[in-house]
């Protein structure tokens, strides 16, 4: 099994990409199968951020912070409205990032319990 697996990923950024292929240099081909199940488990795609970042503006703020586990964050957008729609506003522009940085530590937890994981 090659690294080529992630493309097969919905939604992969190229910055995603390269981080996934560093994060499991030199995993055998289980620990690589085991960390596509728990990563693809738990990963956001930037899209469904965007989607849930845009029901900020018909439902109720926050619902992206949320879903990222930025409890604080999401309980702030809650109570003001997404800080009056301006932090719905950023966040629409930077969906990608807020997805990206939710991945990453997802990826390294998943790498880590491969790690540990008896084989």
């Known amino acids: ?29 289980t620990q690589l199968r085991n ?8 990963r956001r795609d930037p899209q ?4 849930f970042t845009l029901l900020g503006f018909i439902v109720v703020a ?5 879903v ?3 409890i604080g964050m999401g309980i702030l957008y809650l109570l003001t409205g997404g800080l009056c729609l301006i932090g719905t506003i950023v966040d629409l522009v930077n969906h990608r990032s807020i997805a990206f940085e939710y991945n990453k530590t997802q990826a390294m937890s998943a ?7 008896r084989q």
């Open 1 to 29: 099994m090659d690294q080529n697996i992630f493309f097969q990923i919905r939604g992969i950024s190229p910055d995603e990409y390269h981080y996934l292929e560093q994060l499991t240099q030199g995993m055998n081909e």
């Open 35 to 42: 960390f596509m199940v728990f990563y693809t488990g738990k």
């Open 48 to 51: 469904d951020i965007l989607l």
């Open 62 to 66: 926050g619902v992206q912070r949320f």
């Open 68 to 70: 990222t586990n930025q």
């Open 111 to 117: 790498a880590n319990a491969v790690r540990y994981m």
